[in-house]
């Protein structure tokens, strides 16, 4: 073999390619929409800065990571924030570009920031220089390789499998003529003879684009947001891949093929090589926030303030109550539970609400009837430990089986090239029906729902005493249980929506809460686990019944699961269900107040419309979380925005709870958060677009019109109801009522959740007694807050 | 007072309600669109009562003089009645979809004016009238293309299509000034009846290509088909308001002109060959296409083909059965195309696909054409013996039901799906040809009778029967080749629609840089 060698030396070269590993890092995944969750966009950023990331993004993607000033600025007139929030946000930053006082900072108000733009790629220097759209070439070209190279199954005939992005879109470029036909003569052949390996092309394109190891980082950064959401779709197989210790190319392969299209337009357009190395040289400066960058997050953060002065108004102290609980529900802390958990205890004294992530602590992978597939039902950022199935028995299983296949053969002979004729004139006129069935939401489906599931393998006596120690020490569920107890996860009935799963239960992977209810319910009923509980210190009621139930989101409907027989419980059963009814009528009155054109009533046709783009908010408007016993919340109207936690740092032994809670839910909630922030202020980079316009690619995700660069994150009708945003562009506040040295005991213990609140990324207060006693500033510093300013 | 009919009153209707919402065109025009959905109702009963009115009374001209008249007839009925139901679906659809948009008022009265120029379109019983209605699907059909005008793609789109439609209106004018030149008259009818009574004249003839040309340009035939691919820049509705209305309408001029378009031979041949040409081609390209949309509307353009197809062979009748057929199953198609996630993530759970080898294959095509013969024969001796065409046809279509056999008879397919996969095929054969029964019954009067092969005609079946069964073979056995690296080239060709509309991009200057304005 006769390999050329490499112009690079090999030390450099590992700067390099150290390089595309950070740009890499610097992408945040996507999951696919079968099963997606809300990822904070900002996560390979979060040991920066906001300001300091609104210049790197600035500068990569082009988009401003704030809200436009107009925003705050109505804010102030209408009171919403006021002078001591400008000037104790413009006071916390420690930035030596910031306003000198507050009058100049105010000053800075009335003209907006200039928009920023991404430094070019070759691609575009090379369109300006010759009048042919080179980026969207490139897009069109790269998108329908990618869609059919990611593809799970929508096409029949895909590429073949087995191969690296890279190798095999090199198959691919060498037979696709369109770069040609559009101009870019013997691309096919530069792409036959670009390197074997996406290390050796990456190394070769900074050769040939002259790049510098000071540039390689944001330039290749830059390449990548280039690539839209195919690369975050890459980024996630990474996640996947290393979640389960091993590890995967496809983000670097991406890498290398956009590369090598910069370095064939650049040898096509060769005029433009003075420009693109002044655009390499301004990649090798060092990203710096502008002082308007700088301004930006002072007023962010001073809107910010102006939430959390508002709502620590709300939270002015602790609620009473004594005596057993007539029944108590345990919510997920999505904040839909929290309109839910007040209309309930509104309905009766004796009602006691909780909330846990809706996975209920088991690590569970779920086996649907029908399918040997496993679907993981915890949050992304764990491993399942279990496996619930809910394969009936064998001759249930194979007729859902056949049914399947038929059904899917039925598909294909739809779908294929001969009998797709004989199939419309066959079937053709049996969809006039359907067309009415589904015009007039006669065929809507119910959220899905199987038998019970049940552990495979079956867990010992002192696996699940353990289990079930471990989740009620986890709630603060540990004493004056009630006679019925009620887990109630949660899950969105919609028809015809691509986005469904995202308005599904985020702690169980996007799925419903239906699985992790019913199981941990029939765990904790369990003779043998009741047995064990007493050694661990746990003394539940002989009478105490656990239910699982499900609460649909858009229609506020909660269905029971009675698992296990309980005759003697069948008068609390009927009971609860006429309050959960009850209940359920009274949050969607008000719920219907925040939806477009909707009433109570209408709230349930939602579910069934298949035009419907906005069946629900999901968690829109989402501010605050906190982690505290109920009572420090109970009877505040909390207006759906705040995730609710059960706490009670006085039963959690060395803070083991507390540690949990800011190292898993507290980073669940970030995500969402920071997602629902991201599609808000930077829908072009981390919004999903415009939902009348989708294209539902590959079974994973949706590109606008035509096709081209995968859109991810939250769509548009998503976070705006038409005529103003649906959702305030808010870091989450996150307040727990712990003392302050066990908060940053555990933050010193972990970094990368420490990084989340040094680099305001989240905010955090230490609650007392149901009030505000402290707020959190970066290097574990507590400010203690006054009585007259809670929050300042 | 002029004769009128009820079908007659539907588009003036739509045009009037489309006018109220020229004073509320932004977000949320207040009761407007349920009122829109309220006309849409009507338009739908009045094409009702105009099947009524024909039954009673027979088919007729309507209208204002020979020269703006309006048909009467079993195919403007049909096409009425499907109109205005796909409208009806699509503008209830828009009611809730389009809640919230800047523009959400005039998209409801672009929508209803399309919808209303379609219907002056299929009922059109002048030569003026038809080029008429043409032009304004077009012109309104262009605004919704662009009801996002600053997307570069959707402005690529909107030039493109308009390029190619508005050749197909010039073809139609021509064609429709050179009748009108040739026989003296305007009146469709009278063209027709005049067609029969001796050979046809020069213009005729010239006619007749320009119409066989406009039919393919707006069915988006190959070569041309670029503009349909590539228009899901608008809203969902407007794709279903496209592909199961106004791509319909080369079909419904040449099924309306078939007296006149059967006269050629050549003219037919043409049509046969690009039809059955552009089925294949179309049907091949979906097979690689990831994204569901951009499938359908490839699978538009085959069964458009096949449509042409079929009116090449002069099976009138079936190729209408087939513009309702396709046009219902494409509406739904789209309009739920947002299931396409969980419909993708269902086909994998049940596990692997059986796949079949040669020798089911070989005996699933060997059961098929058991299966056609006997249900072929049935029909036959209840309905009369059948036109060599139409057997063709039926051979075609059960080269396709083979492949539901074959996917039953795979080694590895258990009995149960077998049983399975052969009911359903069964089903399929004689839903299809229970079908064809019913359409030559309700439109085999109005349509001229498939005409007596002769050697071209022959020559075209065989072709037809032939390539299709060739591919239909190779569709069976598809996943013993489709992932072999020497069909990897073929794949990406294929997948870029044989680089057609890129070289139409090329020439056009559709890769220009757009002004983002």
Partial sequence: MFLKPLQIPAAKASHFLRAAEAAARAIPPAFPLEATIAVNPFLGQTTEDLAQTAARLGRVAGTALTPPRSRIAAQIAAGEVNDDDLAAALIACTSPLKPQDLALLKARIATEAPAPVALPTVAELAAGASDTDWPAIMARSFGLWAAGHFDRGQALWTPRPGQG????????????????????????????????????????????????????????????IDLGGWSQHARWMLWQAELAGESDSALTDLLAIRLVWDEALLAHVPQVAGDWQAVVAAHA????????????????????????????????????????????????????????????????????????????????????????????????????????????????????????????????????????????????????????????ALGARPLPQGPLPQIEGGLTAAQ????????????????????????????????????????????????????????????????????????????????????????????????????????????????????????????????????????????????????????????????AFIAAPRKATAGRDLQGRAFLHSYDWQADQGFATLELILTAPVVVASWISLQYYGSSVAPAVFGGGNKLIHNVVGGIGVVEGNGGLLRTGLPWQTVHDGTKPAHEALRLSVMIEAPTEAIAAVLRKHDAVRALFDNGWLHLFALEEGQIKARYRPGLIWQPTSPAHPAA | MPDLSFLSLSPPLLLLMASLFLRRPGCRPGHLPALAEAVMLASLGLALAALAQLMLGGPRLVGLGQALSLRLDAISVTMGLLVSFVGWIVVRFSRRYMDGEAREGAFHGLTLAAIASVLVLVQAGSLPVLVLGFAATGLVLRQLLLFYPDRPEAQRAAAKFTRVWVAGDLAVAMAAALLWAGFGTADIGMVLAAAQADALPLAAHAAVVLLVLAAVLKTAAFPLHGWLTEVMEAPTPVSALLHAGIINSGGVLLITLAGLVQQSAGAMAALALIGGLTALFGALVMLTQSAVKTAFAWSTVAQMGFMLLQCGLGLWALALLHIVAHSLYKAHAFLSAGGAVQVVNAIRKPGPVAVPGFGAVARSFGLALVLYAAVATGFSLVMGPKSAQAIALGAMLIFGVSYLIAQGLADAAPGALTRRTVQASLGAALAYFGFQVVAQAVWGQALPAAPVPGPLEWALIVLAVLSFGLVAVAQALFPLWAHHPSTAGLRVHLANGLYLNAVFDRLSGGFRLTSKS
């Fill in chain 1, 285 to 440: 400066a060092p990203v710096s926030a502008s002082a308007d960058q700088v301004v930006d997050a002072i007023l962010q953060e001073a809107a910010e303030r102006g939430y959390q002065r508002r709502l620590a108004r709300v939270l002015a102290g602790p609620a009473q109550r004594s005596g057993r609980a007539a029944m108590q529900a345990a919510f997920c802390i999505d904040v839909r539970s929290e309109v839910m958990r007040r209309a309930l205890e509104a309905q009766d004294g004796g009602i006691e609400t909780l909330g846990f992530a809706g996975f209920f602590g088991l690590p569970l992978a779920h086996r649907a009837q029908g399918t040997d597939e496993v679907q993981a039902h915890l949050p992304a950022l764990l491993q399942p430990a279990l496996v619930a199935s809910s394969h009936g028995d064998a001759s249930a299983e194979e007729t859902l089986r056949i049914g399947a296949r038929a059904a899917r053969a039925w598909g294909r002979f739809r779908q294929a090239a001969v009998s797709s004729f004989a199939f419309v004139e066959a079937a053709g006129p049996a969809y006039g029906a359907k067309l009415v069935r589904d015009a007039l």
């Fill in chain 1, 165 to 224: 992005a890279y190798a095999a879109w090199r198959e691919w470029a060498t037979h696709d003529l369109t770069p040609e036909i559009a101009g870019l003569t013997g691309f096919c052949a530069h792409v036959a003879t670009a390197p074997d390996t996406a290390e050796r092309a990456v190394l070769r394109a900074v050769d040939r684009l002259g790049l510098t190891v000071e540039a390689a980082e944001t330039a290749f950064h830059r390449l990548l």
């Fill in chain 1, 464 to 623: 699940k005493v353990q289990t079930a120690a471990a989740v009620l020490r986890a709630m603060s569920l540990t004493t004056n249980h009630a006679r019925l107890v009620l887990l109630i996860g949660h899950g969105a009935q919609m028809t015809n929506n691509p986005h469904e799963s995202a308005y599904h239960c985020g702690a169980c992977c996007g799925q419903t809460g239906e699985v992790s209810a019913r199981v941990l319910a029939a765990l904790l009923n369990d003779a043998e686990t009741r047995a064990g509980l007493a050694a661990h210190g746990l003394h539940l009621p002989q009478d105490t019944l656990f239910v699982a139930g499900l609460h649909n989101t858009v229609t506020d409907a909660v269905t029971l699961y009675p698992d296990t027989p309980a005759p003697a419980h069948a008068e609390d059963l009927a009971r609860a269900g006429a309050w959960l009814r009850a209940a359920g009528q009274q949050a969607r009155a008000e719920r219907a107040l925040r939806l477009p054109g909707a009433a109570g009533e209408t709230l349930a046709r939602r579910a069934q419309d298949w035009a419907e783009p906005r069946p629900e908010w999901g968690l829109a408007g989402c501010g």
